[in-house]
Every structure is written in C-alpha cells, then in structure tokens.
C-alpha cells in the first residue's frame, strides 16, 4: 500500500488544485455579472481609481525608469558582441512596450494592490463587515468586488501606457548621458522604429493583469480564513496567485498576439 | 395573529456537526425576546439564518407570514457582537449607510443629519460623525452601532451580545438604551446574549438554547420560577448540573 501512497497525493493536489480553479472561474463569472447588473457604486469605483491607479504610479514609475536604463546597458553589452549596439533605442521600445512595461508593472501592483484587497476585504470577513453589508442590504460582490475590479481593469493601461513613457525615457536617459547615443537620432529611431501594436498589445495586457490582480486579492480575501493567520494566508495567496496568473496570462497573450 | 417572526423546524449543521435541531419558534409584533444558551449552542448561528447569511437546510422561516428573502432584509436592523462598523468611512457614513445607498436613497446632506440625529439619540455627540470607527471606545463603538441598526427604522432589530466586551456600567447603559429605543420604535426584536442583566433589561420573552433545540420558551417573568433544571443552572451560573462543562 505504501507504494501507492505518492499517487494518491498527487491525486489529493490535483484535485484539491481543478477544484480551487473552478471556484475562481465561478467567482470570476459570478463578479462579471454583477458588474452589468445595476446598482454601480460610482463612489466606490472612483476611490478605487484613486487608491489602485494614482498611488501606484510612483511604483511603477520607479520600476520602468530603472528597468529602461538596465535594459539599456544589457542591449548595448549584448549587441557589441556583433556589432550592433545602434539597435539599442530600437530594442528599448520593443521591450518595454511589449513585455516588461505590462509585466513588470502587473507584477509591481499585484504586490502593492493585490496584498491591500485581500488584507482588507479578509479583515472585513473577520470582524463580520461582510455580514454588516449584506445586513444593509448591499451585496459584497457589487459594493466590493465589482469597483476593485473595474478600477483595477481601467487604470492598469493607464500605467503600462504611463510606465512604458518612463521605461523608454529611462533608456534614453542612459543611452545618452552613459553610452554616447545622440538625444535625438535616439529619439528618431524609437519613434520611427515602434508601431502602434507594439503599444496597443501592451496595454491590452495591462487591462487583463489589472482584471487579475483585482479578481485574486477579492477571490482570496472573501475566502479567508479566521484570525489573523487566516488573513495572513489570504494576503500571501493573493499576492502569489495574481503573480503567477499575470506570468501564465502573459505567455498566452503573447503567443495570441505575436505567434502566426 | 400572525407572528412577525415565525421559525419551523429549522436545522443546520456544519458537516458532522449538527447545531441547530428542529428549532420552532414564534416571535410576535413588538416581543423582544432574548435568546440564551452556553456557548456553541448555536444562538449565533440561529441569528445567521434568519438574517440570510447563513442557509438553513431545513425547515422554513417567516417574517409577517411571508418566506423570508432578500427582500426581508430592507425590514431589519442588526447589532453585530463587535459592532462592525466599517472601517474605511467616517461615523456618520456608517450611520446613514441605507440611506445613502439603495432605493430610499436619500440627498447626502439630509442623510448626514438623520445620522447625527441617531448618534444623539444613542448618546453620542455630534463631533464623533467625523470620527473613524478607530477613534471610538468599545462603547461609543456598540452606540454608533446601534444607531446604524436603528437609523432606518427597521421593523424588525437583531443584538448580537449586544453588552460583550463592555464594563457593567456601560452594559447597563446600552442594556437601557436598547430598551428604551425599541419601545419608542415598537420593533420587534431577538437579542442573543449571556448576559443575564441584558436579559432582565430587554426581554419580554425568553427562549433557551441547548443542544440545537429550544430548552425552555416563556415570558421573562415566569424565568425565576421555571423548574427546569437547565435553565437554572444557566441562570444561577452554576458549575454542576444537567449543562455539561469543560472543566
């Protein structure tokens, strides 16, 4: 018996991981239709603009400015070696735009958004604000879920589009003040170089990692469990859920948009 | 005459855990009847399920001879155990909550006022409806409560151990509060509480919980005469007797 003791482990995961899946996708749907039922908490959905959009943006700003200028000096290193260290703003603008501006600031917001949602709505959990607002006669999922989520989806472009801007100027600014490149040859050839899709795709990943980090820090915080650890479990699970999906939602975009 | 409240065979249990047993119970227009039993007997969860949190498996409840539903809840008032309050809003918001949402929705200006009409009533000063639920005592934290649960004259209101966590001076004063206010609205009312003082100051009906059944159901002025073992022992606080004890 004790041979088969790893496979019925595994059997337990996979179970437990398609049944975890399955609450998600029904929270998911279950979100998604209140979001076009009325009553719509304007209120709600406009604080949620400030606190998820507005106090990110030093995050992510920070991040695409440092990222941009590293980028920079790797393109530049790697390119020497044949020659081709001209294609430096050229690669900046791809990358950023494409790939590092959505990841980089999904995964930056998962980290500050995502653990603030599942902190916040757990906490309610525990002390019994859920049940106050359903007492009052307003479902959690409209009042809670639902302006998170539209904030979350709306305002994560508006960073990637914000994030991207400084990722480039970051290059830029390291391009010409450290590896020699003329401001505006370098300027020129990102801006002649880029397409509009370059940017579009991006901020369509945007859209969809702001869907998931909003939908994982609700999702974990209004299945957490009691106390202070439960809280503390939903925050990490938040956090390291709207991670993972971002990593997995990136590839299957990109192969959605780029492949053929 | 129809009871306001009206609970038959009501069960629920938590997988092998069955708290509530076939609970009948009538609760009449303007009863305040108190509900009482040891710890884990399920008041709480009883509560839960004629609010709507929680789903009964079996049984049925009625509020005025109709099933309860969503829609009962615009009739009810509730006072959460550690007043739950929301954090994220001023005092006066959580007061005016209903009335700043749904379809009663009122201007908020007007809203404001009928707020700090309820915190006076409670006994709270106008200054604290700009005050976080943070800023407030334990006690100025159960009367915002309170006046969120009455703010808009709900037919029916609910205490969760409405005096937990408070000393006997301010317990008396919520206790009278509560008495007092709920006469002046002539709601009907189930308050779940150990607190026997609570008891005597709220109750016109009594109703013990043990064992996922009601023990023993009466006016609160048969309680000192009742025989029933059980409810003495819970009465006089006893360590020995039928109600068995952790020791």
Same mark, same amino acid.
């Given at each position: 018996?004790?041979?088969?003791?790893?496979?019925?482990?595994l059997?337990?995961?996979?179970?437990?991981?398609?049944?975890?899946?399955?609450?998600?996708?029904?929270?998911?749907?279950s979100?998604?239709?209140?979001?076009?039922?009325?009553?719509?908490?304007?209120?709600?959905?406009?604080q949620?603009?400030?606190?998820?959009g507005?106090?990110?943006?030093?995050?992510?700003?920070?991040?695409?400015?440092?990222?941009?200028?590293?980028?920079?000096?790797?393109?530049?290193?790697?390119?020497?070696?044949?020659?081709?260290?001209?294609?430096?703003?050229?690669?900046?603008?791809?990358?950023?735009?494409?790939?590092?501006?959505?990841?980089?600031?999904?995964?930056?917001?998962?980290?500050?958004?995502?653990?603030?949602?599942?902190?916040?709505?757990?906490t309610?959990?525990?002390?019994?604000?859920?049940?106050a607002?359903?007492?009052?006669?307003?479902?959690?999922?409209?009042?809670?879920?639902?302006?998170?989520?539209?904030?979350?989806?709306?305002s994560?472009?508006?960073?990637?589009?914000?994030?991207?801007?400084?990722?480039i100027?970051?290059?830029?600014?390291?391009?010409?003040?450290?590896?020699?490149?003329?401001?505006?040859?370098?300027?020129?050839?990102?801006?002649?170089f880029?397409?509009?899709?370059d940017?579009t795709?991006?901020?369509?990943k945007?859209?969809?990692?702001?869907?998931?980090?909003?939908?994982?820090?609700?999702?974990?915080?209004?299945?957490?469990?009691?106390?202070?650890?439960?809280?503390?479990?939903a925050?990490?699970?938040?956090?390291?859920?709207?991670?993972?999906?971002?990593l997995?939602?990136?590839?299957?975009?990109?192969?959605?948009?780029?492949?053929? | 005459?129809?009871?306001?409240?009206?609970?038959? /065979?009501?069960?629920?249990?938590?997988?092998?855990?069955?708290?509530?047993?076939?609970?009948?119970? /009538?609760?009449?227009?303007?009863?305040?009847?108190?509900?009482?039993?040891?710890?884990?007997?399920?008041?709480?969860?009883?509560?839960?399920?004629?609010?709507?949190?929680?789903?009964?498996d079996?049984?049925?409840?009625?509020?005025?001879?109709?099933?309860?539903?969503?829609?009962?809840?615009?009739?009810?008032?509730?006072?959460?155990?550690?007043?739950?309050l929301?954090?994220s809003?001023p005092?006066?918001?959580?007061?005016?909550?209903?009335?700043?949402?749904?379809?009663?929705?009122?201007?908020?200006?007007?809203?404001?006022?009928?707020?700090?009409?309820?915190?006076?009533r409670?006994?709270?000063?106008?200054?604290?409806?700009?005050?976080?639920?943070?800023?407030?005592?334990?006690?100025?934290?159960?009367?915002?409560?309170?006046?969120?649960?009455?703010?808009?004259?709900?037919?029916?209101?609910?205490? /969760?151990?409405?005096?937990?966590?408070?000393d006997?001076?301010?317990s008396?004063?919520?206790?009278?509060?509560?008495?007092?206010?709920?006469?002046?609205?002539?709601?009907?009312?189930?308050?779940?509480?150990?607190?026997?003082?609570?008891?005597?100051?709220?109750?016109?009906?009594?109703?013990?919980?043990?064992?996922?059944?009601?023990?023993?159901?009466?006016?609160?002025g048969?309680?000192?005469?009742?025989? /029933?073992?059980?409810?003495?022992?819970?009465?006089?606080?006893?360590?020995?007797?039928p109600?068995?004890?952790?020791?």
């Amino acid at each position: 018996m004790i041979l088969f003791a790893p496979f019925g482990a595994l059997g337990r995961t996979t179970l437990s991981l398609l049944a975890s899946i399955g609450q998600v996708a029904l929270f998911a749907l279950s979100a998604l239709r209140h979001l076009v039922t009325p009553p719509i908490y304007l209120r709600e959905i406009a604080q949620q603009f400030l606190t998820i959009g507005w106090l990110s943006l030093p995050v992510v700003g920070l991040t695409a400015l440092f990222t941009g200028g590293a980028l920079a000096l790797q393109i530049y290193a790697g390119g020497a070696r044949f020659n081709a260290e001209a294609v430096v703003p050229q690669i900046v603008a791809i990358g950023i735009t494409r790939e590092l501006g959505p990841v980089l600031g999904g995964l930056m917001v998962a980290g500050r958004v995502a653990s603030a949602i599942a902190a916040e709505i757990a906490t309610m959990k525990v002390t019994e604000q859920i049940d106050a607002l359903r007492t009052l006669s307003t479902d959690p999922m409209k009042y809670l879920t639902v302006p998170r989520l539209i904030a979350a989806t709306l305002s994560l472009p508006i960073l990637v589009a914000v994030g991207d801007s400084i990722g480039i100027f970051g290059g830029y600014l390291v391009s010409t003040t450290r590896l020699g490149f003329n401001e505006a040859a370098y300027l020129s050839n990102t801006t002649g170089f880029l397409e509009t899709w370059d940017v579009t795709s991006g901020l369509l990943k945007g859209a969809a990692f702001g869907f998931i980090v909003a939908l994982m820090g609700c999702f974990h915080g209004m299945n957490s469990g009691r106390g202070a650890r439960g809280v503390g479990r939903a925050t990490t699970q938040a956090v390291v859920s709207a991670s993972i999906l971002i990593l997995a939602a990136n590839y299957l975009l990109t192969e959605a948009f780029f492949s053929a | 005459m129809t009871a306001k409240i009206a609970l038959k /065979d009501l069960t629920k249990s938590f997988g092998s855990k069955h708290v509530l047993r076939g609970i009948t119970l /009538d609760v009449g227009k303007s009863e305040s009847l108190v509900v009482i039993g040891g710890s884990g007997t399920g008041k709480s969860v009883l509560l839960k399920c004629i609010l709507g949190l929680i789903k009964p498996d079996g049984g049925s409840i009625q509020i005025d001879g109709q099933p309860a539903s969503i829609k009962s809840l615009e009739s009810f008032g509730m006072l959460f155990q550690g007043a739950a309050l929301f954090d994220s809003m001023p005092v006066w918001q959580n007061v005016a909550f209903r009335l700043l949402r749904g379809p009663s929705k009122l201007p908020r200006k007007e809203a404001r006022e009928i707020a700090i009409a309820k915190l006076q009533r409670v006994g709270l000063p106008p200054e604290t409806a700009d005050l976080y639920p943070s800023e407030l005592s334990g006690g100025m934290q159960k009367r915002a409560g309170l006046a969120r649960a009455i703010a808009a004259e709900p037919q029916i209101i609910f205490f /969760d151990e409405p005096t937990t966590g408070l000393d006997p001076i301010m317990s008396g004063v919520i206790n009278d509060l509560i008495s007092e206010i709920v006469s002046e609205m002539g709601a009907t009312t189930i308050t779940i509480t150990h607190d026997m003082s609570s008891v005597r100051a709220i109750a016109t009906h009594v109703a013990m919980l043990h064992r996922g059944h009601i023990h023993w159901h009466g006016p609160v002025g048969d309680l000192d005469t009742a025989q /029933d073992p059980h409810l003495r022992q819970f009465i006089s606080g006893a360590a020995q007797g039928p109600i068995e004890t952790l020791r």
